[in-house]
């Protein structure tokens, strides 16, 4: 045996085998670290472990068999002992293996301070959790124990890797799961999936992301789809240093695409070492057939693009995921939400009656299989708020928040019914809770930084938009209006309109024309088919009246009511303003909602007042006027600024006989540049109210030629009050 170990150590067949297990080590610590980046498959590792198994006989083989010589390799027994330089060879190997234990340090020492072991789960291996978050508060809260570790976390649009660039809905849609899976737990902090999806094709890098998303840790991946397999690779990144936590890839079937979803987002957990509660937050479990599914992500996503087209397009692909599943809760949810954003004020043509009535129909049967489900109480909201009815509207984000607690949108949506609702506050919080989860949600970022401009912070606003984008022309817009700019507020708009595609909120600003610079002609041709209605109430009334008013009030939609009731003032129809909001009850209401939204109770009770003071009803119309004072002033109390209810409250003064108050009032109004010339010619409806009218005719002669210089700066014609 001694003689044996001997000829081993001369033959460096001991040295060879150190040498033999150090480079293994080394090489199977590389491929570990690099095969789930080349996107390799999951049993590359395995592979290479069972290689290095395999050749370490014949590295032993080869060790004893055959020496190194100055001639090249030969057989050991062919070489004469004076001749032998297995000790230099051996010298040689000392310093290989010296240097592969020199390189297992350093990785190991790499390991103990940046955690690089473990950042990739062996292939084939499952995570010990196979769902979330159910199995994971188990096996979780049991055995991991609460840490400082990262709680933030944003989910980056997985690369769609798929021959098919089409395929670029499904790896979206990927992505966008994992993020609502990982927002149902508490205990963590995930970016918003607009935000996120913000940096979607740019290679931007991850602690730049980090930093403007205020994550901690960033989860990106890629998605391969061939016929019915997929590979999913997802990684899992720290910010601060830009080291991986984990990493891992998925091969499987397509009809296991919801468990790896599951498996992703436990392992994300595990590696953040997230101590979850007790009770995990609920999560749909409804089966799915995935070519249903399939078609549910093309149509979000096409809802998403938001166009008539793409709407249109989505309609048909939620309905075709209903074909293959016709209990697709979701599906039906999308189609509600949908059709809700095709009606006539939106991006669609449906008459706004008849999407409500369509989008509720929808969301009733999305509820009869999941009363939960959230993306039905979001389209609900939208639903409740085209109908006016904001309380429940605020119920329903609410509940739709407890699902996707996320999305920053929810919160704008919120805003805007406490709004209404004369939460002025409480609504200016929502949304700055919103600009606070999602800050690069286009429709987000727009509110927050439009209630900033409302607030004086035209300085700030202009520091966070880039010069010649849409949102740059829509704020500017906004600031010209704030300013009494009214030239400007025309030249912004039709230099919007060269640039870009005239988008929703763009073709609402077109009314400025109309308002402030009287040429209706010119802002008609960008109005939404809904508000062509605001159009024929101001310059062809009766037509409007002859459309609407023999219809049964009850019938009318709130917007149907606003344009009715403007045409019947502009032609001073006051029976048939009585007629029109009779049935609402206004007198005996306690509640008028927003003193500032047109189409509110307050706005109605606000037009049955002026008609009950025009037809000789004092009494009447006192009583009403201070039961609407007395809601401005609550309005005030509640954060309500001068410029919403300045308008209302000058003509409650003239109702209540204050009319010094009521013109004191409307010239604040124009020095604060919100008494519009259209709103100027109405005031001639009050002369009658006082003795002496010089004080109003000075008013009304100031805006008249407040309007005559901002068309001169335009080119344009001197133009009367009375001509508009």
């Known amino acids: 045996m001694a003689s044996l170990l001997?000829?081993?150590?001369?033959?460096?067949?001991?040295?060879?085998?150190?040498?033999?297990?150090?480079?293994?080590?080394?090489?199977?610590?590389?491929?570990?670290?690099?095969?789930?980046?080349?996107?390799?498959?999951?049993w590359t590792l395995s592979f290479v472990t069972f290689i290095g198994i395999i050749g370490f006989p014949f590295a032993m083989f080869f060790a004893w068999v055959f020496e190194l010589t100055p001639e090249g390799l030969q057989r050991s027994e062919d070489v004469e002992p004076d001749q032998s330089i297995t000790g230099n060879t051996g010298s040689n190997l000392n310093k290989m293996i010296i240097g592969l234990l020199l390189l297992?340090?350093?990785?190991?020492?790499?390991?103990?301070?940046?955690?690089?072991?473990?950042?990739?789960?062996?292939?084939?291996?499952?995570?010990?959790?196979?769902?979330?978050?159910?199995d994971v508060a188990g096996a979780v809260s049991a055995e991991t124990p609460e840490s400082a570790g990262p709680r933030s976390i944003a989910v980056l649009p997985f690369v769609n890797m798929s021959d098919d660039k089409e395929q670029e809905y499904f790896?979206?849609?990927?992505?966008?799961?994992?993020l609502n899976a990982l927002?149902?737990?508490?205990?963590?902090?995930?970016?918003?999936?607009?935000?996120?999806?913000?940096f979607k094709g740019k290679n931007q890098d991850i602690t730049d992301i980090g930093d403007q998303l205020n994550v901690e840790t960033v989860l990106e991946g890629s998605v391969r789809k061939s016929g019915a397999k997929v590979r999913i690779t997802a990684q899992l990144i720290n910010v601060e240093d830009g080291y991986h936590l984990w990493s891992d890839t998925y091969d499987r079937d397509l009809t296991d695409i919801f468990a790896v979803q599951d498996e992703i987002s436990a392992a994300i957990v595990l590696a953040l070492k997230v101590h979850l509660t007790d009770e995990p937050p609920p999560r749909a479990e409804q089966p799915v057939a995935i070519a249903a599914y399939n078609f549910y992500l093309q149509a979000r996503h096409n809802v998403r693009l938001r166009s008539k087209d793409t709407l249109e397009l989505a309609l048909q692909q939620f309905q075709q995921a209903l074909d293959v599943q016709p209990q697709y809760a979701a599906a039906w949810a999308g189609k509600a939400l949908a059709t809700s954003l095709l009606r006539d004020d939106q991006y669609g043509d449906i008459p706004g009656?008849?999407?409500?009535?369509l989008s509720q129909g929808y969301l009733d049967i999305?509820?009869?299989?999941?009363?939960?489900?959230?993306?039905?109480?979001?389209?609900?909201?939208?639903?409740?708020?085209?109908?006016?009815?904001?309380?429940?509207?605020?119920?329903?984000?609410?509940?739709?928040?407890?699902?996707?607690?996320?999305?920053?949108?929810?919160?704008?949506?919120?805003?805007?019914?406490?709004?209404?609702?004369?939460?002025?506050?409480?609504?200016?919080?929502?949304?700055?809770?919103?600009?606070?989860?999602?800050?690069?949600?286009?429709s987000v970022r727009i509110n927050w930084l439009q209630q900033k401009v409302a607030q004086g912070g035209a300085a700030e606003v202009r520091a966070m938009t880039t010069p010649g984008t849409v949102e740059y022309y829509e704020l500017e817009w906004l600031i010209a209006r704030q300013e009494g700019r009214w030239a400007d507020m025309y030249l912004i708009a039709s230099e919007a309109y060269a640039e870009y595609a005239r988008t929703y909120s763009q073709r609402q600003q077109a009314l400025a024309q109309f308002f402030w610079l009287g040429e209706p002609a010119q802002a008609l041709h960008s109005l939404p088919p809904a508000f062509v209605m605001y159009f024929d109430a101001l310059k062809s009334p009766q037509k409007l009246i002859d459309e609407l008013g023999g219809r049964a009030p009850e019938s009318l939609s709130p917007r149907q009511r606003e344009g009715l009731l403007l045409a019947l003032s502009t032609q001073q129809q006051w029976q048939g303003i009585l007629a029109t909001v009779d049935h609402l009850q206004l007198e005996t209401a306690t509640e008028f909602g927003d003193v500032s939204a047109g189409e509110s109770a307050f706005s109605n009770a606000l037009a049955q007042a002026v008609a009950f003071y025009f037809l000789g009803e004092t009494e009447r119309a006192t009583a009403l006027a201070v039961k609407l004072k007395r809601c401005i002033e609550q309005a005030k109390a509640k954060g309500l600024a001068f410029e919403e209810y300045g308008a209302p409250l000058g003509e409650i003064e003239f109702l209540l006989g204050n009319k010094a108050e009521a013109i004191a009032v409307m010239r604040q109004l124009f020095v604060k540049?919100?008494?519009?010339?259209?709103?100027?010619?109405?005031?001639?409806?009050?002369?009658?109210?006082?003795?002496?009218?010089?004080?109003?005719?000075?008013?009304?002669?100031?805006?008249?030629a407040k309007l005559n210089l901002e068309r001169q700066k335009l080119g344009w014609e001197p133009k009367a009050l009375e001509e508009i």
């Not at 081993?8 to 491929?31: E, M, P």
């Not at 062996?122 to 979330?132: C, D, I, K, N």
């Not at 790896?171 to 994992?178: A, M, V």
């Not at 927002?183 to 913000?198: G, N, P, Y």
């Open 673 to 704: 540049h919100r008494l519009s010339p259209l709103f100027a010619t109405r005031l001639e409806l009050y002369k009658s109210a006082t003795e002496d009218n010089s004080k109003l005719e000075a008013l009304v002669a100031e805006v008249q």
């Open 183 to 198: 927002a149902q737990i508490r205990e963590l902090r995930v970016a918003a999936r607009t935000s996120s999806f913000a």
């Open 6 to 42: 001997a000829e081993l150590k001369r033959r460096n067949v001991i040295r060879v085998a150190i040498g033999y297990f150090v480079l293994a080590w080394v090489v199977l610590q590389i491929t570990d670290l690099v095969a789930p980046a080349l996107l390799l498959p999951e």
């Open 353 to 357: 009656e008849e999407a409500s009535r």
């Open 104 to 134: 297992a340090v350093l990785i190991l020492l790499a390991d103990r301070l940046f955690g690089l072991s473990g950042q990739f789960s062996m292939p084939g291996s499952e995570p010990a959790v196979q769902a979330v978050p159910a």
């Open 171 to 178: 790896s979206d849609g990927i992505s966008e799961e994992l």
């Open 366 to 442: 999305a509820f009869s299989i999941d009363p939960d489900i959230g993306v039905g109480h979001a389209a609900q909201a939208l639903v409740y708020m085209d109908t006016n009815d904001c309380k429940r509207a605020i119920v329903s984000t609410e509940r739709a928040l407890q699902r996707l607690p996320n999305e920053g949108i929810l919160y704008v949506w919120k805003g805007m019914c406490l709004e209404r609702t004369g939460e002025y506050s409480a609504a200016e919080e929502a949304l700055d809770q919103a600009f606070a989860i999602d800050p690069l949600h286009r």
